[in-house]
C-alpha cells in the first residue's frame, strides 16, 4: 500500500474537518421527495437511466407544473412581477374552469433578481429537483444567455423554455435556439423599426445609451446592423452598468452622447436607468426624440419619471417606444379586452414567497399584457398534448400551432425554422399621461 | 520609566537598527511582490486573453454580439482584470466592459499593436493591456486591462504587514531591553549607596551581609570596597598613607 504524503494527509483531514457540517444536516443522507418518488416510478416501469425516462415529469393527475426565474426583486423587479400577473390571470382562469383535461397549471417560482448566476442556479433547481414540466416566463438576456447552455446540457430531459421575457438573438439562434421558443419580437426587429423611422423623418444622428451587458449588446447590435443598411453608422455611445436605480444620476453618460451631437437616442435598458437617463437628458437639454425598447417597461419607466413632477409633459414629450404587444387601451382587440377582463375579475398577486420589497402593481401594462399572452400560448399548446402530457412531445405539439388566432391583430406559427410566434413591433408615445399608439412620427418627432 | 545613562546609547542603536532592518526588508518585499505580481498578472492576462480570443471565433464567425459580451462579462469578474474589448479587424469596438463609456484613450489608440500597454486613464486608474489576436489578427483582437492599483494594494498590505511586525518586535525589544537594563543596574545601584556608606560611615559598622554574601561581580566589588575601607582604616590608625602598608 502507498504511503500517503504529508500533504495528503493533511488535505485529507482538512476534507473530513469541512465535509462534518454538510454530514450533520437534516435529511443528509436522505434523497429530496420528488426525486425519490421520480426514481420508484422509473424503476417500476423498469428504466434506470433517468435520463431516458422524462415523461410523467412535471406532471401529476392534478397539476401542470412550469418553471419561472425571473426579477421579482432589485430595481428590474417590476418587470419579473408584472409578467407573472398577466401569465397568471390567463392561468388562474384555466384553472377555475378545471384546467388542462383536469390538471391545473401551477408556477414553481424562484427570483433571480435579474442576475446570471442565481438564474443558473434556480434553472438547475427547477429541472433536477423540481422536476418541472417545462421553464416559463424567464426575464432578461444576461440571465436567459447563461441559462441556455444548461438547456443544451439537458438536452435529453426534453427541458424547453417557453417564451422568455427578451428579444436577444442567442434563443432564437443555433445553436442554442432548439432549446427555446419566443413569441415576441426580437431587438433586432424592435430596434430596426425605430431606426427606419427615426432614418424616415431625417434623424440620422442616432446614439444609443445601453446597459453594460449582453442585453445592452444585443440592442446595440440591432441597431448597428439597422445603420448599416443605411450606410450609417452609430453616432455615439454611453453605457450603465445592471441595476443601476433612478436616483443614481447620468449626467456621464449624457454629456457623453451630447458630445456626439445626436438627433435621437436609442435606450437598451431597464425601466430606472432609462428613466434616469431621461431625466438627465431632459435636464441637460438633450433634447432629442429618446426611444427604448419594450423590455423597459413602459409603465414603471412613465411612473418613474412623472410622479410628483408638474412639468412631467417636458420629460415625455419626446419619449417613443417600442412595444411587442399592442396597447393594452385598444378594446377593439379581442385578446386585449379578454386580458383587461381577468386582470380585473382575478386581480392577480406577485408570487408572495419570493417577494422581498415593496411593488404597487399597475391595472394594466404591455408586459403584464406580454405575459397574459404568453400564458394562452402556453395553454393552447399544453392542451394540444392531450390527456397525457409528455416531454418527449412538447416540441412536435408546438409546431401544430399554425395560424393560430391568439386575439390581436396578427396570427401565430410555429415550426422547425420558426421559432419566434410574433413578428409585429409597435411604437407609442405618452398622451395624457399613458402610453398610446403613435400615430405618425412625422407629426410626432419631425424637426 | 527612567532609561539607565549608561544604556542610552544602546537604545539608539537598537533603534536605528529597527529602522534599518525594517526599511531594508520593506524595499525588497516591494520590489519582490511588485516583480512577481505584475509577472503573474501580465501572463495571468495574456492566458485569459488567448481563451477569449480562442472561444470568439466561433461566436464572431456565426453568432450574435450579445453572446460574446456575455462571454466577456464572465471575465470581468476575475479580480484584477478592469475592463475588457474586442476590436473588429477594423478596430471597430464589437464588445466592451466600459462604463460610462470608451474611455478617449483607447478609443483613439492603435489596436493592431499587440504589444503589453501600460495606461494612465483619467478617473479610472492605472493599467496593464494585453492583446490577444482572434483568428492570427484577422477577425480582430481581445484587449484586456488589469488593474495596477490592485498590485500596489497588495504591495502596501504586505509592506503594511510587515511593518507592523517589526514594529510590534521593536516595542518588545524596548521595552525587554529596558526591563533587562534595570534588572541589571539594580546590583550596582546597591554597589554604589554600600560604597557611598561605607565612605560616609567609615566608623560604624556599615557591613551589608545581603551584598556580601552574593557570589556574583556585585558581591566581589562589595567586599573589595569593604576590604579597602578596613585597609584605609587599619593605614590611618598606623599613621601610614593608605596603601604603603602593602
Redesign the interface.
Given at each position: 500500500m502507498r504511503r500517503m504524503t504529508r500533504r495528503e494527509v493533511l488535505g485529507s483531514g482538512l476534507g473530513g474537518f469541512m465535509a462534518i457540517p454538510w454530514l450533520f444536516r437534516p435529511n443528509a443522507w436522505a434523497e429530496p421527495d420528488d426525486l425519490t418518488d421520480q426514481r420508484r416510478k422509473q424503476e417500476m416501469n423498469g428504466e434506470t437511466n433517468p435520463d431516458a425516462r422524462t415523461e410523467q415529469t412535471g406532471v401529476t393527475d392534478a397539476e401542470i407544473v412550469l418553471g419561472v426565474s425571473a426579477a421579482f426583486s432589485g430595481p428590474s423587479r417590476g418587470l419579473g412581477i408584472e409578467l407573472y400577473r398577466g401569465a397568471n390571470a390567463y392561468f388562474e382562469h384555466v384553472n377555475r374552469a378545471g384546467g388542462i383535461q383536469g390538471r391545473k397549471v401551477v408556477l414553481k417560482t424562484y427570483d433571480d433578481g435579474y442576475q446570471?448566476n442565481p438564474a443558473v442556479t434556480n434553472t438547475m433547481t427547477l429541472v433536477q429537483q423540481d422536476q418541472v414540466f417545462a421553464l416559463f416566463g424567464y426575464v432578461g438576456?444576461?440571465t436567459v444567455?447563461?441559462v441556455l447552455p444548461m438547456l443544451k446540457k439537458f438536452q435529453g430531459k426534453n427541458a424547453y423554455l417557453f417564451f422568455p421575457f427578451t428579444g436577444?438573438?442567442?434563443q432564437r439562434?443555433?445553436p442554442y435556439g432548439d432549446f427555446a421558443f419566443n413569441l415576441r419580437a426580437s431587438y433586432r426587429q424592435e430596434t430596426a423599426g425605430l431606426v427606419d423611422n427615426f432614418v424616415s423623418i431625417g434623424n440620422k444622428r442616432i446614439a444609443v445609451f445601453y446597459q453594460?451587458?449582453?442585453?445592452?449588446?444585443?440592442g446595440?447590435?440591432g441597431v448597428r446592423l439597422a445603420m448599416s443598411r443605411y450606410g450609417l453608422q452609430i453616432a455615439g455611445?454611453?453605457?450603465?452598468?445592471r441595476g443601476a436605480k433612478f436616483s443614481g444620476s447620468m449626467r456621464?453618460?449624457v454629456e457623453?452622447l451630447k458630445q456626439s451631437n445626436p438627433s435621437a437616442v436609442i435606450c437598451i435598458g431597464s425601466y430606472a436607468a432609462c428613466a434616469a437617463f431621461l431625466r438627465d437628458a431632459v435636464d441637460l437639454g438633450l433634447e432629442v426624440p429618446i426611444a427604448n425598447l419594450s423590455f423597459v417597461g413602459s409603465e414603471n419607466l412613465l411612473k418613474l419619471i412623472t410622479e410628483g413632477r408638474d412639468d412631467s409633459r417636458r420629460y415625455t414629450n419626446l419619449l417613443v417606444n417600442s412595444q411587442v404587444v399592442p396597447s393594452y387601451e385598444d378594446t377593439s382587440i379581442p385578446a386585449v379586452k379578454q386580458y383587461r377582463e381577468m386582470m380585473d375579475r382575478y386581480d392577480p398577486q406577485p408570487p408572495s414567497h419570493v417577494l422581498k420589497e415593496d411593488y404597487t402593481s399597475f391595472s394594466y401594462s404591455f408586459v403584464s399584457l406580454e405575459g397574459f399572452l404568453n400564458a394562452k400560448l402556453m395553454v393552447e399548446i399544453l392542451r394540444r398534448l392531450g390527456d397525457q402530457p409528455d416531454r418527449n412531445k412538447l416540441e412536435d405539439a408546438v409546431f401544430t400551432i399554425s395560424d393560430f388566432d391568439i386575439g390581436i391583430d396578427e396570427r401565430v406559427s410555429f415550426g422547425p425554422d420558426r421559432r419566434q410566434g410574433l413578428q409585429q413591433v409597435y411604437y407609442t408615445v405618452v398622451e395624457s399621461g399613458r402610453f398610446v399608439t403613435l400615430k405618425s412620427w412625422e407629426g410626432r418627432f419631425a424637426s | 520609566m527612567k532609561i539607565q545613562k549608561l544604556f542610552q546609547k544602546t537604545l539608539v542603536g537598537i533603534f536605528f537598527l529597527f529602522a534599518v532592518i525594517s526599511l531594508s526588508t520593506s524595499a525588497l518585499c516591494i520590489y519582490t511582490v511588485d516583480t512577481h505580481l505584475s509577472a503573474e498578472y501580465e501572463s495571468n492576462s495574456r492566458g485569459i486573453a488567448k481563451t477569449i480570443a480562442d472561444s470568439s471565433v466561433d461566436i464572431l464567425l456565426?453568432?450574435?454580439?450579445?453572446?460574446?459580451?456575455?462571454l466577456i462579462?464572465q471575465f470581468i469578474e476575475i479580480q484584477g482584470i478592469s475592463y475588457i474589448y474586442i476590436t473588429s479587424e477594423h478596430g471597430e469596438f464589437l464588445?466592451h466592459?466600459?462604463?460610462?463609456?470608451?474611455p478617449t484613450e483607447i478609443a483613439q489608440s492603435d489596436h493592431s499593436s499587440r504589444a503589453t500597454v501600460e495606461r494612465n486613464l483619467p478617473g479610472m486608474g492605472d493599467f496593464v493591456e494585453v492583446s490577444s489576436p482572434i483568428l492570427a489578427g484577422v477577425a480582430g483582437a481581445v484587449h484586456i486591462g488589469m488593474d495596477t492599483g490592485l498590485i500596489a494594494l497588495k504591495i502596501q498590505r504586505a509592506v503594511g504587514q510587515q511593518v507592523y511586525l517589526i514594529s510590534s518586535i521593536f516595542i518588545i525589544g524596548v521595552f525587554s531591553a529596558i526591563w533587562l537594563v534595570r534588572l541589571a543596574a539594580k546590583p550596582i545601584d546597591s554597589v554604589i549607596a554600600y560604597a557611598a556608606r561605607l565612605a560616609r560611615e567609615r566608623n560604624k559598622d556599615s557591613s551589608d551581609d545581603t551584598l556580601l554574601a552574593r557570589d556574583d561581580e556585585v558581591g566581589q566589588l562589595a567586599r573589595l570596597f569593604l576590604y579597602f575601607s578596613m585597609v584605609m582604616d587599619f593605614d590611618k590608625a598606623r599613621g601610614t598613607p593608605p596603601g604603603e602598608n602593602t
Open positions: 446570471p438576456t444576461p444567455t447563461r436577444a438573438q442567442p439562434e443555433p453594460a451587458d449582453a442585453y445592452g449588446r444585443s446595440w447590435a455611445e454611453a453605457t450603465y452598468r456621464r453618460q457623453i | 456565426n453568432r450574435d454580439l450579445s453572446a460574446l459580451q456575455s462579462d464588445a466592459t466600459f462604463v460610462p463609456g470608451i
